[in-house]
């Protein structure tokens, strides 16, 4: 039986929707499928308990890590990097970008103290991941709240910024760490 055809709290439904590749086995969320053949009350009431599982979901994977995270690593920098492949022809276009919108309002970031600082890198030698963008912060709440602040204020400055540097890159990907012990030589 397919994915879009099974039976939902005991009645054939197709096209119920198929939450696989969220890494939920659909089978397990039977009873939270949307069915024509359902009163519209009891759609209606799946669709508030799909709503509320996906909201107490988010809030205990995004919210609760950050806390535990600010209470059990105090004193411990973030690093974000945010790494693109940018294929060799698009490398002035995303070069002029880079002076234009992203410079501009990732310094502006780190002078109102939402960054203790930001760089970027480039491919010198090794993989394709051939451009990046590091950013420290003072905690990983304190990175999710600067990075708010980075869209909004791209969104504000830059319509149409994200349409424009997407057709500019392959693949991106980020990676997050905690900086448990760093030296910046003796004093």
């Known amino acids: 039986m397919s994915a879009a055809h099974y039976l939902v709290n005991g009645d054939e439904c197709h096209g119920a929707t198929n939450y696989g590749h969220l890494g ?14 359902k009163p519209f009350s009891q759609n209606l009431n799946d669709m508030q308990k799909l709503v509320f599982l996906c909201l107490a979901i988010t809030i205990a994977s ?63 030698w090794g ?13 990983h709440l304190k990175f999710v709240e600067g990075w708010a602040q980075y869209w909004q204020r791209l969104n504000e400055c830059c319509p149409g910024w994200f349409e424009e540097s997407a057709k500019l890159f392959t693949e991106h990907k980020d990676n997050m760490y905690m900086i448990p012990y760093s030296y910046d030589g003796a004093e």
Request: some cysteine; charged content about 15%; overall charge negative.
């Open 24 to 37: 939920f086995d659909p089978t397990a969320f039977r009873s939270l499928h949307l069915c024509p053949s």
């Open 127 to 139: 993989d394709e991941w051939n451009v990046g963008t590091y950013i420290v912060s003072e905690s």
């Open 62 to 124: 995004v919210s609760t890590p950050a806390q535990a995270q600010e209470g059990q690593q105090q004193g411990q920098q973030h690093l974000t990097v945010l790494s693109f492949i940018v294929p060799y022809p698009n490398l002035a276009k995303w070069n002029a970008m880079d002076d234009s919108v992203f410079i501009p309002v990732l310094n502006g970031l780190v002078d109102d103290g939402h960054f203790l600082s930001w760089g970027q890198l480039r491919h010198n």
